[in-house]
């Protein structure tokens, strides 16, 4: 008999924890550092993300230098995320829960791809990551602050 699993879906992907990387960042270094060190860390690049995204909010203009940079850095990020989603057994789809804290570098990519997609226009990116977070974890949102 052929054993095809659970047919309600696919198991939710659960990322190994990259300790050098978080335990760096929570020692207050410098994201800069970590990113260039760690590449394939989503959680270096996330800081990194957020941090342009507030810089270029508290610009009058709303398409700026920093807002530009965020989307770069997050979309960064994203790539090197589902690298490791794939390698984990992800296969495009299915849940990538929140309440998993190897899981929040890449969502919070995706909330800051969101994010800055919206601010520079690119209307159907925004979409596409606010499906992705949806897909991910129906919580992602809320949790990164996205309406």
Known sequence: ????????????????????????????????????????????????????????????????????AAYAFARTGYHRGLDLLRRNGWKGFGPVPWSHEPNRGFLRCVGVLARAAKAIGETDEYARCLDLLEDCDPRAAAELGIE
């Open 1 to 68: 008999m052929t054993s095809f699993g659970d047919l309600l879906g696919p198991q939710p992907v659960l990322l190994p924890e990259i300790s050098d990387v978080e335990d760096l960042l929570l020692d207050s270094a410098d994201p800069v550092r970590a990113a260039a060190d760690h590449p394939a860390a989503s959680i270096a690049w996330a800081h990194l993300a957020e941090a342009a995204l507030a810089r270029g909010e508290a610009l009058p203009e709303p398409v700026n230098h920093d807002v530009v």
